[in-house]
């Protein structure tokens, strides 16, 4: 399953972890994913959004 949101397609970051002697291991970032219920045209829909389409009112959660 991909980690990217289905809402505004949000998806991992990737870099480096770098320590006190400068050594450099990759590692990536991911989105912040919820399950959530959602209405999409007017029926109910579970998906996976990140944390910022959320607190943003992007969706609107079914009850």
Do not use: Q, Y
Request: glycine content about 6%.
């Amino acid at each position: 399953m991909a980690a990217r949101c289905e809402l505004c397609g949000k998806a991992p970051m990737f870099g480096n972890n770098v320590s006190h002697a400068n050594n450099a291991t990759k590692r990536r970032w991911n989105p912040n994913l919820h399950r959530v219920r959602i209405v999409i045209d007017g029926r109910r829909r579970r998906t996976r959004v990140c944390a910022s389409c959320i607190r943003s009112g992007r969706i609107v959660k079914s009850h």
